[in-house]
Nanobody
Framework: QVQLEESGGGSVQAGGSLRLSCAVS????????MAWFRQAPGKAREWVST????????TYTSSVRGRFTISQDNDKKTLFLQMNNLKPEDTGVYYC????????????WGQGTQVTVSS
């Protein structure tokens, strides 16, 4: 089991930047994937980015590719999402998630941090 706690959200104008953090504790060595999801008001939760812990492979949804960067500290205790050139459509609650090795779904979630981007 992994415990996750997001921070770093806030309100910015379009074109601005934010860096989200996710504090990770628990069974880190058996967590294979970490990810960021987001949920805009009235919409379904959307996958944003994933990093694979063993080889640090990074993937992104097309709408954020080139603007967002997912990363981890060397000790894997903090997950980051650097968000540059933010757009109003990036507004939403951002969630950190973890997937155990061998699992097909993300099973551990933080409670989210609000990101608001104004035009």
């Amino acid at each position: 089991q992994v415990q996750l706690e997001e921070s770093g959200g806030g309100s910015v104008q379009a074109g601005g930047s934010l860096r989200l953090s996710c504090a990770v504790s628990g069974n880190i060595p058996y967590t294979c994937d970490m990810a960021w999801f987001r949920q805009a008001p009235g919409k379904a939760r959307e996958w944003v980015s994933t990093i694979t812990n063993d080889d640090e492979t990074r993937t992104y949804t097309s709408s954020v590719r080139g603007r967002f960067t997912i990363s981890q500290d060397n000790d894997k205790k903090t997950l980051f999402l650097q968000m540059n050139n933010l757009k109003p459509e990036d507004t939403g609650v951002y969630y950190c998630a973890a997937k155990k090795c061998g699992m097909v779904s993300f099973n551990d979630w933080g409670q989210g941090t609000q990101v608001t981007v104004s035009s």
